[in-house]
Nanobody, 117 residues
Framework: QVQLVESGGGLVQPGGSLRLSCAASGFTFSSYAMNWYRQAPGKERELVAHISSTGGSTNYADSAKGRFTISRDNAKSTVNLQMESLKPEDTAVYVC??????????WGQGTQVTVSS
């Protein structure tokens, strides 16, 4: 059974930090690129960060560049998103996604991040 389970969300003040984690199971994690998406109320889902299957390549939305860092541990089947200098506009549900060119795509349930004073 495939699972992507996010954790680490919560309420944080503007300027604060959070570290999101996504634990994967039920598929060959090391062969999948991993992504963090977010969706705020009334807005379209946004790709925040991407990491290749080996971890050798990363990409970020302009809104995340310089503040967010995506990383992965293929031995532990986890992907993380370190978020710094958080802003109220970062408030959203953050969702982990696993993508492979030739296989099924998988999604987690999401974790809520709220940035507010």
């Amino acid at each position: 059974q495939v699972q992507l389970v996010e954790s680490g969300g919560g309420l944080v003040q503007p300027g604060g930090s959070l570290r999101l984690s996504c634990a994967a199971s039920g598929f060959t994690f090391s062969s999948y690129a991993m992504n963090w998406y977010r969706q705020a109320p009334g807005k379209e889902r946004e790709l925040v960060a991407h990491i290749s299957s080996t971890g050798g390549s990363t990409n970020y939305a302009d809104s995340a560049k310089g503040r967010f860092t995506i990383s992965r541990d293929n031995a532990k089947s986890t992907v993380n998103l370190q978020m710094e200098s958080l802003k109220p506009e970062d408030t959203a549900v953050y969702v982990c996604n696993a993508r492979h060119m030739y296989k099924n795509e998988y999604w987690g349930q999401g974790t809520q991040v709220t940035v507010s004073s």
